[in-house]
């Protein structure tokens, strides 16, 4: 008995550590239910399951649910984007690609609500951006097109390498749509740059989230598959 509540109460520990840590809101509550998790099972060993009934029920379901719902109430994540293939783009009244695969682990494993509209174009896009109608900008933008501005961030995940065609320069995705148009192209490697997301200079709790997803994804060869199946 004694050596099974000297487990939990590392465990119980670790979890408090995990939870003052939590670089984040939801995962602090996670964390928190985890802790809340482990006294119940310390309360019912060490003899008082009513108590221990009480903290499961109110103390970890309960409020768990009710911070998960507030913070999905409270932070809504609006992506503006421009409808690209293999990149980001609307089937089956369903966003899928390469980008949409990547931004909405903000609400699985976050909690936000993601709010995606479409735009024309990047200049529509980045101009909502600049508005505050949106949080995240993203379809296919390279950094060699998009101009530094102070209202926004730029958030580089993938590199790429620009093709000279004629007089002008693709990126790669560019040149795979012009591949299924055009029979034949002669395209020339010309410089290496990379796809961007843009995010709002005010949403810092985006920006850590995503650099942070950014860098797990590319440790554990994730976003490589995720590359692949799009690409």
């Known amino acids: 008995m004694l050596f099974a509540v000297a487990a939990f109460s590392i465990f119980y520990l670790v979890a408090s550590i995990s939870m003052i840590s939590a670089k984040t809101n939801f995962k602090?509550?996670?964390?928190?239910?985890?802790?809340?998790?482990?006294?119940?099972?310390?309360?019912?060993?060490?003899?008082?399951?009513?108590?221990?009934?009480?903290?499961?029920?109110?103390?970890?379901?309960?409020?768990?649910?009710?911070?998960?719902?507030?913070?999905?109430?409270?932070?809504?994540?609006?992506?503006?984007?421009?409808?690209?293939?293999?990149?980001?783009?609307?089937?089956?009244?369903?966003?899928?690609?390469?980008?949409?695969?990547?931004?909405?682990?903000?609400?699985?494993?976050?909690?936000?609500?993601?709010?995606?509209?479409?735009?024309?174009?990047?200049?529509?896009?980045?101009?909502?951006?600049?508005?505050?109608?949106?949080?995240?900008?993203?379809?296919?933008?390279?950094?060699?097109?998009?101009?530094?501005?102070?209202?926004?961030?730029?958030?580089?995940?993938?590199?790429t390498i620009l093709f000279k065609i004629g007089d002008r320069e693709v990126d790669y995705i560019n040149l795979k749509i012009l591949g299924k148009t055009v029979e034949k192209i002669e395209a020339v490697p010309s410089s290496r740059t990379r796809y961007i997301f843009l995010l709002s200079r005010g949403a810092e709790d985006l920006k850590n989230f995503i650099v942070s997803d950014l860098n797990e994804l590319e440790s554990s060869g994730e976003l490589k598959n995720i590359v692949e199946r799009y690409l």
């Open 28 to 159: 602090a509550v996670i964390w928190y239910g985890i802790l809340g998790f482990f006294s119940s099972l310390i309360m019912l060993l060490l003899g008082a399951p009513d108590v221990a009934l009480t903290q499961f029920t109110v103390g970890v379901i309960l409020i768990i649910l009710v911070y998960i719902m507030a913070i999905r109430k409270q932070r809504r994540v609006r992506i503006g984007y421009i409808p690209t293939p293999h990149m980001i783009y609307h089937s089956n009244d369903t966003l899928h690609g390469l980008e949409w695969e990547i931004i909405s682990r903000i609400q699985v494993l976050e909690g936000y609500h993601i709010e995606p509209k479409a735009f024309k174009n990047s200049s529509q896009a980045i101009e909502a951006l600049k508005s505050g109608n949106v949080d995240i900008v993203c379809g296919g933008l390279i950094d060699d097109n998009v101009q530094d501005q102070d209202f926004f961030e730029k958030i580089p995940y993938l590199d």
